[in-house]
């Protein structure tokens, strides 16, 4: 199991690490996978902060906890980070059908921040779309966005609708952390192209993004996952659970 530890305001020390990690060891036994696990240390206001970030099983799970000693931040945020898996396992295990990997864009309810928790993870289809196709499929599925594999630019796009009734496609360029934006009409399939601007795009871990998508209310967030180098973007499902669409 890889984990990476980050220090923040703290001495690095691999007494830490050598007991987060035997803390964390335990995990394996829980999943089926676990695809990597990001370690956090940081000191707030006299209080030394653990913050657990768990790529598991198409799943993430967030925990934050503090105190004033290191090793006690460490029993809370592993003991809070098992009752949270506890709970994801007991809620699957209780559904009746399974859940598709395919765009579930919900309508949005937000939900109060807290210090735990648990993200669907959907990967966008690898099936490689223009311009066209993308904008129909979004039409199509009425969805609120849609995360695609463009065939011109060789690399993940996103296309949205705009409350004027045009779209934006929106592309990473080749240099990370900027994208540019399209903004098209579309009318009898054909494409005209309104405007073309270039952003900065927001190299974030997932915890960032969650506290950017709450602090601005926003319905959905597309930013580059600092850990994959790609883009992802965080939405609310139906339920008000978060859920996270990134590349295959």
Same mark, same amino acid.
């Given at each position: 199991?890889?984990? *990476?530890?980050?220090?923040?305001?703290?001495?690095?020390?691999?007494?830490?690490?050598?007991?987060?990690?035997?803390? /964390?060891?335990?995990?394996?036994?829980?999943?089926?996978?676990?695809?990597?696990?990001?370690?956090?240390?940081? /000191?707030?206001?006299?209080?030394?902060?653990?913050?657990?970030?768990?790529?598991?099983?198409?799943?993430?799970? !967030?925990? *934050?906890?503090?105190?004033?000693?290191?090793?006690?931040?460490?029993?809370?945020? $592993?003991?809070? /980070?098992?009752?949270?898996?506890?709970?994801? !396992? %007991?809620?699957?295990?209780?559904?009746?059908?399974?859940? =598709? *990997?395919?765009?579930?864009?919900?309508?949005? $309810?937000?939900?109060?921040?807290?210090?735990?928790?648990?993200? !669907?993870?959907?990967?966008? #289809?690898?099936?490689?779309?223009?311009? $066209?196709?993308?904008?129909?499929?979004?039409?199509?599925?009425?969805?609120?966005? !849609?995360?695609?594999?463009?065939?011109?630019?060789?690399?993940?796009?996103?296309?949205? #609708?705009?409350?004027?009734?045009?779209?934006?496609?929106? =592309? #990473? $360029?080749?240099?990370?952390?900027?994208?540019?934006? %399209?903004?098209?009409?579309?009318?009898?399939?054909?494409?005209?192209?309104? =405007?073309?601007?270039?952003?900065?795009?927001?190299?974030?871990?997932?915890?960032?993004?969650?506290?950017?998508?709450?602090?601005?209310?926003?319905?959905?967030?597309?930013?580059?996952?600092?850990? =994959?180098?790609?883009?992802?973007?965080?939405?609310?499902?139906?339920?008000?659970?978060?859920?996270? %669409? %990134?590349?295959?």
């Amino acid at each position: 199991m890889d984990i *990476a530890y980050y220090f923040k305001n703290l001495e690095p020390t691999e007494a830490i690490k050598q007991y987060c990690s035997e803390k /964390l060891t335990k995990l394996q036994d829980r999943f089926h996978h676990i695809e990597a696990v990001d370690v956090r240390f940081n /000191l707030v206001r006299q209080h030394q902060v653990c913050e657990l970030t768990v790529h598991a099983d198409s799943t993430v799970f !967030h925990v *934050a906890k503090q105190d004033k000693d290191l090793y006690a931040s460490i029993d809370l945020a $592993t003991e809070t /980070l098992n009752t949270q898996v506890d709970k994801y !396992h %007991k809620k699957m295990d209780g559904r009746t059908s399974s859940r =598709s *990997a395919a765009d579930v864009i919900p309508s949005f $309810t937000p939900v109060a921040p807290e210090e735990q928790v648990t993200i !669907h993870v959907y990967e966008a #289809p690898p099936k490689p779309m223009t311009d $066209t196709e993308a904008i129909l499929q979004l039409q199509n599925e009425k969805f609120r966005f !849609h995360m695609f594999h463009h065939i011109e630019e060789k690399r993940y796009s996103l296309v949205l #609708p705009r409350p004027d009734g045009n779209y934006s496609l929106i =592309s #990473p $360029t080749k240099e990370l952390g900027q994208y540019n934006e %399209k903004v098209v009409s579309f009318r009898e399939a054909n494409i005209n192209e309104i =405007s073309f601007s270039l952003y900065p795009l927001s190299i974030l871990t997932i915890p960032e993004a969650i506290d950017l998508l709450r602090e601005n209310n926003l319905e959905y967030f597309a930013f580059v996952n600092e850990e =994959s180098r790609r883009m992802n973007i965080l939405f609310y499902e139906k339920t008000g659970d978060l859920a996270l %669409k %990134k590349p295959v």
